[in-house]
């Protein structure tokens, strides 16, 4: 029996019987899609300066409290222009604008720094970088694009992206024979049948996240491994990338079950060739990106 017709048969029996209901999903563990002087403009005008009423915080900086969601504020606000290139960012004034203490503040400049969004020297204080510098493949900036101003450019640029990764992956995933990931794939793709007959999006989109992440590990490509935050952050942004798996749909659950069969049979052109399906634009099918994530 086919990997569909066998995860099709496990959703009808879930309906039918009770069985598999999401908090029986929730067991299975998913990949969840880290003193400069006043030289500019001191104003903070129409900054939120309650961190706790930060609704979105992106799955980098999720769970870290005040430093966390100071650097989701401060990153939003540089990808959308708000603090534009060249910047000055006073420790001082950030401090009191959020009501945080400089050690918060320093840390969370520092992770800005690494994601190249800002740049510290001595005697010229931290300033905003100019996005050219800004590490583009960094899952929390690819987040704060998708919902941003630059959402149009996020979109396209994720979707060609995913295009030549994805269908590498699974022609180079039919030739390797971990029976493990395998197994955990076709896994994936049941849970994912189990969460669409229940009307459950969040499993399928756990699963479906994990799913593309271990066919990616499968590859055996450390390189393209390197690449898999990038696709799960595509898919945790639903709507950015046009995609069929953009919304749970039995076509998204027949092309995933496809890639476990090709893979199971070594069949490498299968594989790739059913990813190409499931990364297909539907032109007629209008995708808009959505409103941010609460969490």
């Known amino acids: 029996m086919s990997t569909l017709a066998h995860t099709m048969m496990t959703a009808a029996r879930s309906v039918d019987s009770g069985l598999g209901t999401p908090g029986d999903l929730d ?95 001595p005697n010229v204080g931290t300033r905003v970088r100019p996005v050219s510098d800004w590490n583009l493949l960094d899952p929390d900036i690819i987040e704060w694009r998708a919902f941003g101003p630059q959402r149009e450019d996020q979109r396209r640029e994720l979707n060609e992206l995913r295009w030549t990764i994805e269908p590498l992956a699974a022609r180079l995933a039919a030739g390797h024979g971990r029976e493990d990931v395998q197994q955990r794939l076709a896994d994936m793709v049941e849970i994912m049948g189990h969460a669409f007959a229940q009307g459950d999006a969040v499993t399928f989109s756990r699963a479906d996240t994990e799913f593309h992440s271990l066919l990616i590990q499968l590859a055996g490509n450390r390189m393209l491994e390197h690449l898999s935050g990038i696709v799960a952050a595509a898919l945790q942004v639903s709507g950015g990338p046009a995609t069929g798996c953009d919304r749970p749909s039995e076509a998204c659950l027949a092309h995933h079950a496809r890639i476990v069969d090709a893979l199971a049979t070594g069949d490498a052109q299968g594989a790739e060739a059913a990813m190409r399906q499931l990364l297909t634009v539907h032109p007629e099918v209008e995708r808009v990106v959505p409103a941010p994530r609460e969490h």
């Open 27 to 121: 067991r299975y563990p998913y990949a969840e899609a880290p003193a400069a002087g006043r030289a500019g403009p001191s104003s903070w005008e129409g900054v939120e300066t309650d961190l706790g009423r930060v609704g979105r915080r992106s799955a980098g900086n999720r769970g870290r409290g005040l430093h966390g969601q100071l650097v989701q504020q401060l990153g939003q606000m540089i990808v959308s222009g708000d603090l534009g290139a060249d910047r000055p960012l006073v420790p001082e004034e950030i401090g009191q604008r959020f009501e945080v203490s400089r050690t918060v503040v320093r840390e969370s400049l520092r992770v800005l720094e690494a994601k190249g969004l800002v740049s510290a020297r």
